[in-house]
């Protein structure tokens, strides 16, 4: 079986499972706020603390703004999670809220992690610890024990990397 679709079809029984495993806080933006950019900039602040006004080409150009000031924070996937519970889509919601909650993970470690969970590259023991990082050490408890339930599947699957 092709390796991605076999990755797809994992993630898709592992994101099944935790539907519901994570309750979304009550809507406080909504659909009506969006886009969020024109109705609300005030909320939204960049990583580095940058509001939407001091992001500007201009700066960009002029070397006053690096790729850094551009990164989104968690309150603002928050606000966007809010929107999509809003109108129904939880599962994004949800997925929102995963990436929220993965921010704090470096880009290498997060690459480090994403090819860890291609079958056949780790134990199931290499992959609960990788769990227990992101829980423990970034906070990341929905993205930590959704990589354990994943080394569960990969397990039952005979898809993890023989010991």
Do not use: C
Request: no cysteine; proline share 4%.
């Amino acid at each position: 079986m092709d390796q991605e679709l076999l990755v797809r079809q994992i993630m898709q029984e592992v994101l099944k499972n935790m539907q519901g495993a994570q309750a979304a806080p009550a809507a406080t933006v909504t659909a009506a706020d969006y886009p969020l950019g024109e109705k609300m900039p005030e909320k939204i602040k960049s990583a580095s603390g940058k509001t939407l006004d001091e992001l500007t080409l201009d700066k960009v150009i002029s070397g006053e703004l690096t790729a850094a000031d551009f990164r989104i924070t968690k309150e603002t996937l928050e606000l966007q999670a809010q929107v999509a519970d809003s109108v129904g889509r939880k599962t994004f919601g949800m997925n929102l809220r995963r990436a929220g909650e993965l921010i704090p993970v470096p880009d290498a470690r997060l690459l480090e992690i994403y090819n860890a969970l291609r079958p056949y590259r780790s134990t199931k023991a290499e992959l609960y610890a990788i769990g227990d990082e992101l829980i423990n050490q970034y906070g990341a408890t929905v993205s930590g024990n959704f990589v354990k339930e994943a080394a569960d599947v990969y397990e039952k699957r005979g898809r993890l990397k023989k010991a």
